[in-house]
């Protein structure tokens, strides 16, 4: 955007009344250049991009669009390369007699008018030009890489039947691997993933098929099918890129490997697996480029927000975080670090996997395959004058003592633990013979936590809900602590839920992104008596004490969510099903 031209865009949104003059003023102090002020106005959310591409629509006398949702037909999207829509961030929408309608990100761009103009001039066409939001426009660019039809192509030239991939000599460098059929069929697939947001990738054989599935929002999805005479192909290929031993069918292997993706690095996690007569690979998808999310972002609220925040500033102690896998305890951990992360501390993680860089912090990859253990890195890190320690998961005896010595050396440590539920943390400290006394004095606080998925904001509708499930929520909403009751939702029947109804923003599931539910334990001076007593197991004392912290359970923060609007009471019931 021109210097010009932004400050055009500025103008125009003071004379609508979106921006306070005193706002730009305040803002161009800062950054004098007019597109760097509008760009940190978008950020602080004190314009909206909607409001800004509706402003470049008036200057430049053309119409907003937005493709939210919207279906483009092929041949609409053959008309423009995709090479070229996505380098300067275009799309094709609609074709109707001769006259191409393209959303713009940046309708001012001149270069793009003259390419469009060539283009035109080559086929026929005349395009009439619309202003549109980024989010917008990337979403319908992700239209032109159809799956189904890039990879059909791709089996359609390959050569082969099938894939002999050992040779005498063990040899990796064969045609096969490296044709670019092949080579083609994983960019895709690969490529369709990150685009879709997805956290696993799963190519398995099923019968006389290769199946590959994406892992989105913790639900697995068949997203292709292809014929199994190319599966041998494909676990080749990426056996290649992971460094794997392409020979090696019988044992499982691990491997990685990082792929350049709309300029940031994502890094793949490789794990095969020997079937009857055949391998699956499963890849963990890790975007250690993006941003990390803050606490309120992944959905921590009211009392257990401030109960985190409350134990953060403390000088020392323990946190842990606690769920099964895949419940989101890491990126929890990341969110606290980077409150935590500040000019006059020394923060040392260590990791198995690094999920996220976090600049200021030195991070540590485990490598337990040459005796880099998390036990045998924290004894190191304490060596290195750490203030705070993030220890990816405590799991055994040894790495939980240096843990709980660490923390009352003054020390501040956060680590993850596989339990149910908060209060299970503590036996389960006690089980790997840590002294009851040594925990009640190093703990700080645990956090249970689950995740549920999110409704679509593009879909979102309030449903009835039915006799069964308005006595479900009543029961629920009566044991919860007077104190802490949410007043912004109506806690009196007839409730109002809420479910999306699917769209092509989330692909028909009524579902995007997701969200935890948590419970937040703090540790009082009535629980060290208890821990430090042995009576960590009395059911009594321990739900008195329950109800003295007015904590809320997993199912109780949930349902808050639901009636909130934020998740459906089906997520909320599945995920905190005892």
């Known amino acids: 955007m021109t210097t010009d031209f932004a400050a055009t865009v500025l103008e125009r949104l003071q004379q609508a009344n979106i921006l306070a003059p005193q706002q730009v003023a305040q803002v161009l102090q800062a950054q004098p250049k007019p597109s760097a002020a509008l760009t940190e106005l978008e950020t602080s959310h004190a314009v909206t991009a909607e409001q800004i591409a509706k402003a470049k629509a008036e200057i430049l006398n053309i119409q907003f669009v937005d493709l939210t949702g919207q279906q483009i037909a092929s041949d609409v999207l053959e008309v423009v390369p995709p090479e070229i829509a996505e380098n300067y961030q275009l799309v094709p929408f609609k074709l109707e007699s001769g006259i191409v309608s393209v959303a713009c990100v940046v309708p001012e761009d001149y270069r793009a008018v003259e390419v469009l103009d060539f283009i035109g001039r080559q086929q026929k066409l005349r395009f009439q030009y619309f202003s549109a939001t980024s989010q917008s426009v990337h979403q319908a660019l992700r239209q032109y890489g159809n799956l189904d039809s890039t990879v059909q192509n791709a089996i359609a030239t390959t050569a082969t039947d099938e894939v002999e991939l050992a040779t005498e000599d063990g040899a990796r460098d064969n045609e096969v691997v490296h044709t670019a059929p092949v080579t083609k069929m994983v960019q895709v697939i690969l490529k369709h993933a990150i685009e879709g947001q997805s956290s696993d990738v799963h190519i398995e054989p099923v019968g006389k098929e290769s199946r590959v599935r994406y892992r989105v929002d913790g639900i697995l999805h068949t997203s292709l099918v ?220 645990i956090v249970a936590q689950r995740l549920v998925r999110k409704i679509c904001d593009h879909c979102k509708q309030v449903v009835p809900v039915d006799k069964m499930r308005e006595q479900e929520i009543t029961a629920e909403i009566k044991l919860m602590p007077v104190k802490y009751l949410p007043r912004d939702v109506s806690l009196l029947p007839p409730y109002k839920l809420y479910q999306g109804k699917g769209c092509t923003f989330c692909e028909d599931t009524g579902y995007r992104g997701r969200i935890a539910v948590a419970e937040v334990l703090e540790n009082t001076k009535t629980l060290k008596k208890l821990i430090g007593d042995g009576q960590v197991n009395d059911q009594e004392r321990v739900h008195a004490e329950f109800s003295y912290q007015g904590m809320f359970t997993l199912r109780q923060d949930g349902l808050v969510k639901a009636l909130r609007g934020m998740t459906t009471l089906e997520e909320v019931w599945n995920a905190t099903k005892s």
């Open 226 to 445: 292809l014929p199994l005479k190319v599966h041998k192909s494909l676990i080749a290929r990426i056996k290649v890129l992971a460094n794997m031993k392409l020979d090696e069918t019988r044992l499982p292997q691990d491997g990685r490997f990082k792929m350049r993706f709309e300029g940031r690095d994502v890094e793949f996690r490789v794990s095969s697996l020997p079937l009857l007569d055949n391998e699956k690979i499963v890849m963990r998808i890790l975007d250690t480029s993006a941003s990390v999310v803050t606490l309120e972002q992944l959905g921590f609220q009211d009392h257990n927000l401030e109960r985190i925040k409350k134990h953060l500033n403390e000088p020392h102690g323990l946190i842990l975080v606690t769920g099964p896998t895949g419940s989101g305890k890491s990126t929890s951990l990341y969110s606290m670090l980077v409150m935590l992360n500040k000019e006059g501390v020394n923060i040392i993680t260590l990791e198995d996997p690094v999920e996220y860089n976090l600049p200021g912090i030195a991070q540590s990859q485990m490598h337990p395959e040459i005796g880099l253990t998390f036990a045998n890195g924290l004894r190191s890190v304490l060596r290195q004058d750490p203030d705070i320690i993030m220890v990816g998961e405590i799991r055994d005896n040894e790495t939980a003592e240096l843990a709980i010595h660490a923390a009352l050396t003054g020390h501040k440590v956060l680590s993850t633990l596989h339990t149910n539920d908060a209060f299970g943390a503590i036996p389960r400290l006690v089980d790997m013979d840590v002294e009851p006394f040594l925990v009640a004095s190093a703990l700080s606080v």
